[in-house]
């Protein structure tokens, strides 16, 4: 997901005040993490509780509000029947919101790491969100194992991608499943709504996800953008064959922005 601080107060939190929340919540971050050494789930600027993390730099987004509200009012205005699903989920700040909204009946969030899916699994209860399905594992071209590159101190940055690793990375085996799997765990004639943030997998991701037959009822895909690690033009050839139209482009990044894909 594409840090948002980079963009106008305007632009980003559309009312003037929210700015000097911001500033109000970092004040309540380092006060939690230095003064009380919180361990019990504490309120976030986005309305949601979190089990504390404060060695995360995406916990620390999370808490503070750096990115992400386009995305948290894309779900909260979402009004039909849908199911969420949640592609790289880490601590589930985006399954919760999509949890809060009563017209979103089930999320399905997928999250490899066993550390951050048992984080993501706490402050699903914690936030009492009890129609979400967590599973621990990746999504890929293949089923077996492969080896997820783990960045201690930023979970936001775990990686299938294996050039660049550094000091600050070690390596995980986990779980993946292909589209077959997919299909068996997607059930259920209804609108979808996908997000999707794997850094660099995101390709992959998309790739299989076209193949399952529940793609034709997804209706939007929000994605993160890295033209570094994405054929852009390539994705949208493979997302345009299967009845997406629009991609609209999330951020000012011109190599690393969101896109949120959908058929008008």
Known sequence: MVREEGQTVKENMRI????FIKKLYKLKYLTHKY??????PIKSVYDVYLTPNFYD???MYYFKGTYGFFLRDFIKNISSA????????NQGLFSIL??????IKKIIAFEPTKKTANLLRANLACNKIENCLVVEKGISDKKGFLNLNVADGHSGKNTFRTNELDKNIVSEKVEIINHKDIELLVQGNTNYVIKIDVEGHEEVVIHELTKCSFIQNVSYIFCEIDS???DVERLKKKLTSVG???FKKIGKGSVHYDMLISRN
Request: proline share 3%.
């Open 16 to 19: 003037f005040p929210f700015y």
């Open 35 to 40: 003064l009380f050494k919180t361990t019990k």
């Open 57 to 59: 730099t995406t916990f």
């Open 82 to 89: 849908t199911t969420f699903i949640d592609i790289g989920a």
């Open 98 to 103: 999509a949890g809060k909204n009563e017209h």
């Open 228 to 230: 570094n690690w994405v």
């Open 244 to 246: 997406f139209t629009a």
